[in-house]
Structure formats: structure tokens, C-alpha cells
């Protein structure tokens, strides 16, 4: 459990732009269940996903950067802000453009964010509950006045399209948020954060090469070992166990209760995972906002497009209490709780 203490500080942080932005290119369940045995009626039944975007490789656009710049750009014109006002950017993803350098820095040239210092972080599907944290923290303390913060990822470059007992997850796409320094007192504000991380279940959900460890050699390749191994089941369980401890834990250190939660954006891994987390928290699954049947799961980004996805279309509404919960590979957890 964290224990993260959540220190009074001169300044507080609140989200002014949200942005999105997908590949074009639609796959269904029934185009996955000609190349792969499954079927559609199981896909949607055991993970309520019926399509994911899949990038194309070929297309800059749609590389990972591509589709972080365009969710930026989207962010930064909602939020009123040039490029050139970010103080920095922090780009949660674990499928980089490149190992060198950070797609942040990929980021910040496409958009000319001249003035932005930009890194990645990777804690996987929690890396954007990582990355808003981080970002609010230095607002805090006056280390940065803004930021842009990104969860974007290209998952479909690191599945092994041959496991059905994976490749029906995933997708690819990006989200992004704006963060401004505002008044500690101000109700619309970022309030807490809780982050976890248990490296000693790394082999729930790992990619066995292609860092340093393992080079991709021809035999490596053949055994796809530079692609996603998960052990789906395992992951399941505790993903519903730490998202719900994490969960309670933001209600508690705010001193709330799930009726004063307006809605929950978790991490749209499997929509079983989300509705057992509403049910262990006693939360009607009408406040669980979802957008995993369109998208599937595209790791880091699937917090942010749901939140904007909620804010263009008017459900998110000032005052209203929201809770980020997320769990992901490490395996990572995170909590973050705001007021719109
Ligand atoms: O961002 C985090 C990433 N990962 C996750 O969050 C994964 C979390 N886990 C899950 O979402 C689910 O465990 C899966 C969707 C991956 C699998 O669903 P499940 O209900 O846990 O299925 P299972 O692994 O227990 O398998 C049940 C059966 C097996 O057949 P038998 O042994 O009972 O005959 C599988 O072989 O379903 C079979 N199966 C499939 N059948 C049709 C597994 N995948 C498929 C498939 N189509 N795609």
C-alpha cells in the first residue's frame, strides 16, 4: 500500500485542454477471427472490445510521435496555449518511436514546443496516472508552471499477432492533457495521487527482447521474444485487486465516499476487469466511463482518451469529482483523484 503523504504546497495543478487521436485503419473482431481462431461472439464476450485502431508503420502520422503530436495539438487548442508556452512534457509509453531519442523529444520538435524540456516515462497502462502526477507535483512546488502530459502507445508493433490469447486486446493511440498552475485553494484541481510499482511480478506481462538484455537475433525473432508474453488471468485478478485498493485509497485521503465521485476513468484493459472494480467499490457501472469497445486497449493512452472523449462530448462538467485508477506491466498501480 502507498503511503505517499500528501503535503500542503503553495500552488495546486488543473487540466485546461484534453485532446485525442487514433490511426485510421479499423480492425474488428471479424477481421482478427480470419487470422487468427477466435470469434467475434468470445472476443466481446470475454473483453467487450469489437474494434482497435491499428497504426500504420508507414505513415509518419501514425507513428507513435505522430499520434501523440496531433493529441497535443488538439490539447493545446482547447487549453488556448501556443507550443511555445510548455514548460514541459512528459510522454508515458512503452512502445517508443525510437530507444533514442524519447518520442517526448520527437513530440516537442513536431510541435516546436521550443521552450519545453520533454522525457518518456514508462510504467506501461499506468504511465499517464504516472505522468499527470509527476507533472502536477513539480507545478506544486513552482519547478514548472505547465505541462503537457501524454499517454500515447503503438501496441500493435509488439504483439504477436498468432496469440489469441493476447493479440485481441490491443490497440494503438494517443491522448493528451494540458496542466496548469492554479490556486491550492481553488476547487478545480488536481488533489491527490498514489503510485505503486511491484517489480517481482514482472513476468505477468513483459517483453522477453529487444533491450539491452537480449538483442533480436534471427532465433529470437522466431520465437517472437521481442513481442508481448502475458499471462492474462493472473493479470486479471490483480489488476481488479490494486485497482479497487488503489481506488479506495484516493477516496480515503480525500475523505470521500463513491457517491461523491462523479465518474471513474480506469484503465480500459477488459471491460470484466472495469465492471468487478464497480462492483467490489459498490459503484453503479453507469459512472465507470468506457471506451474500450471502439479502441481496445492502447496502454498508457486509454485514461486520457476517455477523458477527453468525456469532455468533448459534455459528461465531464465542472465540479465533478473524478477518479483515475489504473494498473499496468511492472505491474504498476496509480490513483489520481480531481475536481473539473
Ligand atoms: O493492460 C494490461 C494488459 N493485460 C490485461 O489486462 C489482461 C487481463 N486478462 C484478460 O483480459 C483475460 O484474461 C483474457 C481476455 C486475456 C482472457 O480471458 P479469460 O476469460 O481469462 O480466458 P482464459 O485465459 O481463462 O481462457 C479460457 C478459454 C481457454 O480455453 P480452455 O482452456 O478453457 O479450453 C482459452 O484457450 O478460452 C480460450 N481462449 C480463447 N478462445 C477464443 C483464450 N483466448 C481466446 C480467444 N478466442 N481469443
Not at 67 to 84: D, F, I, S, Y
Not at 141 to 147: E, P, S
Not at 197 to 204: F, I, P, Q, T, Y
Request: aromatic letters at 8%.
Amino acid at each position: 500500500m502507498a503511503t505517499q503523504p500528501q503535503v500542503p504546497s503553495a500552488f495546486a495543478s488543473r487540466i485546461i485542454g484534453t485532446g485525442s487521436h487514433f490511426p485510421q485503419k479499423i480492425l474488428t473482431n471479424g477481421e482478427l477471427a480470419k487470422t487468427v481462431d477466435t470469434t467475434d461472439e468470445w472476443i466481446q464476450e470475454r473483453t467487450g472490445i469489437h474494434s482497435r485502431h491499428i497504426s500504420n508503420s508507414s505513415n509518419p502520422a501514425e507513428w507513435n510521435s505522430g499520434l501523440a503530436t496531433e493529441a497535443a495539438r488538439k490539447a493545446l487548442e482547447m487549453a488556448g496555449k501556443k507550443p511555445e508556452d510548455i514548460d514541459a512534457i512528459f510522454l508515458a509509453t512503452c512502445t517508443p518511436d525510437t530507444l533514442i531519442p524519447s518520442t517526448a523529444c520527437w513530440v516537442q520538435k513536431n510541435l516546436g514546443a521550443k521552450k519545453a524540456w520533454a522525457l518518456d516515462l514508462n510504467a506501461a497502462c499506468s504511465g499517464f496516472i504516472f505522468g499527470l502526477s509527476f507533472a502536477d507535483q513539480m507545478i506544486r512546488t513552482g519547478f514548472i508552471r505547465n505541462a503537457l502530459v501524454i499517454g500515447s502507445d503503438v501496441l500493435s508493433a509488439f504483439t504477436n499477432w498468432n496469440d489469441r490469447g493476447s493479440c485481441i486486446l490491443f490497440g494503438d493511440g494517443a491522448g493528451a492533457v494540458v496542466v496548469e498552475q492554479t490556486s491550492p485553494h481553488s476547487p478545480h484541481r488536481i488533489y491527490t495521487s498514489h503510485l505503486k510499482s511491484d517489480g517481482a511480478l514482472w513476468e505477468l506481462f513483459h517483453i522477453p527482447a529487444g533491450g539491452s538484455r537480449v538483442e533480436v537475433t534471427p532465433e529470437v525473432f522466431e520465437r517472437k521474444d521481442h513481442k508481448m508474453q502475458m499471462k492474462g488471468r493472473e493479470i486479471f485478478k490483480e489488476a481488479v485487486r490494486t485497482m479497487t485498493e488503489y481506488a479506495e485509497l484516493a477516496l480515503s485521503a480525500n475523505r470521500l465516499t463513491t457517491a461523491d465521485i462523479s465518474w471513474v476513468i480506469a484503465h480500459q484493459a477488459n471491460a470484466r476487469i472495469i465492471e468487478s472494480v464497480a462492483k467490489r467499490l459498490d459503484l453503479p457501472l453507469e459512472k465507470m466511463l468506457m471506451n474500450i469497445e471502439r479502441r481496445g486497449n492502447n496502454s498508457a493512452a486509454t485514461i486520457p482518451t476517455v477523458l477527453d472523449e468525456n469532455v468533448r462530448n459534455q459528461k465531464i462538467q465542472p465540479g465533478q469529482f473524478i477518479l483515475l485508477d489504473a494498473f499496468g506491466a511492472g505491474l504498476t498501480t496509480g490513483s489520481l483523484l480531481l475536481r473539473w
